[in-house]
């Protein structure tokens, strides 16, 4: 039997929620404070048609704010013009250059805006898992930051011995299975178990990823029982439906399927296009800092110091810290300190 719970964790400038999964973080909700709420998974706005591509069958819409949606036109819609007001909800967010997909819900009025508000990450929260209650605190916060890191990992172990390895391509998801040093006298049975755990383990990390898309598992060994390994695929993406699919086992031994794509991954939100952290999610880890150490040393006068960009990232975030814990606290440009290792000592 698997047991969900939820943990919220309100920070300055960015709220993060987690569900964990027997006990390892299965989803990372992210919002900052800078997120174009009409550009948000669930929200409605009023958009303007930019343009119509009869062709492809797609309209562009223009939302208030962020890149163009797109909207799939069905032979079944009416027939939208260029400039010609809508109603539209978010059925997917933009990621990496494309625009947010779109679901029309009928004609608009005037200029493009939000309409609705998408649901709150406690209001996620409560989706996944209702009859959990929701931790707060420096529980939730510490969970977020484990959440964090291992979204952004590549290699996952697997219970009884091997690994799996996730890599996010341009085309597609690779997932790698290697039984590593998995122990037992029967290899075809250690090969077997190998693959249900790196199942298990592959969809639990794409959630947590964010990821979706085309994702194409290289599975250990040969000879796959496919009956066996597709069922065992279809329970371990149960929670990704509507939308997943599945094809058969090739003779290659890989296994292809399609996971909707819903909300932006983690690494689009935490990773620039190198994918190196941006100097937005070092300040906000710094502000972290800075605001644990600011609790546990009352009264101590405390700086934040960390490379040039970090810092000015960070700025605008310092009144909300002075204002809880007074004038005691301060950031330092230090160019000499890496990139990634901000630090806060006393002053």
Do not use: W
């Not at 929620?17 to 929200?43: S, Y």
């Not at 990621?95 to 998408?118: D, N």
């Not at 040039?308 to 605008?316: I, L, N, R, S, Y």
């Amino acid at each position: 039997m698997t047991e969900r719970r939820t943990y919220l964790d309100v920070g300055v400038g960015e709220t993060r929620g987690v569900v964990t999964l027997d006990g390892r973080p299965e989803r990372l909700l992210i919002r900052r404070d800078g997120d174009l709420a009409c550009q948000a998974l669930g929200a409605e706005a009023v958009g303007r048609v930019r343009k119509v591509e009869r062709q492809l069958a797609l309209a562009f819409v223009e939302l208030g704010g962020g890149p163009d949606g797109v909207l799939n036109l069905r032979p079944d819609m009416e027939r939208l013009v260029e400039g010609q007001a809508v109603r539209v909800e978010i059925r997917s967010e933009a990621r990496a250059g494309k625009g947010a997909s779109l679901r029309l819900i009928g004609e608009g009025e005037g200029p493009p805006r939000l309409v609705t508000p998408a649901p709150t990450i406690e209001d996620e929260l409560a989706g996944v898992a209702s009859r959990a209650e929701v931790v707060t605190g420096g529980v939730a916060r510490a969970t977020a930051d484990t959440a964090e890191a291992e979204a952004l990992e590549t290699v996952f172990p697997l219970s009884g011995g091997g690994t799996v390895a996730i890599e996010a391509t341009r085309a597609l998801i690779a997932v790698d299975v290697d039984l590593g040093d998995r122990g037992g006298s029967d290899a075809k049975r250690a090969t077997r178990a190998a693959n249900f755990a790196a199942l298990t383990t592959a969809a639990r990390v794409l959630r947590l990823k964010g990821e979706g898309g085309l994702v194409v598992i290289d599975l250990a060994g040969r000879g796959h029982d496919g009956p066996a390994l597709i069922s065992g695929a279809r329970l371990a993406f149960g929670p990704d439906n509507p939308g997943v699919a599945f094809g058969p086992i090739s003779r290659f031994g890989t296994l292809e399927l399609t996971v909707p794509r819903r909300r932006r991954s983690v690494a689009d939100h935490l990773l620039d296009a190198a994918g190196q952290p941006t100097a937005l999610t070092l300040a906000l880890r710094l502000v972290r800092k800075l605001e644990r150490e600011a609790t546990a040393d009352p009264g101590g006068r405390l700086e934040g110091r960390a490379a040039p960009d970090v810092v000015e990232a960070a700025q605008p975030y310092l009144k909300a810290l002075t204002d809880r814990f007074g004038g005691r606290l301060a950031l330092v440009s230090d160019p000499a300190r890496p990139r990634e290792d901000p630090e806060v000592r006393p002053q």
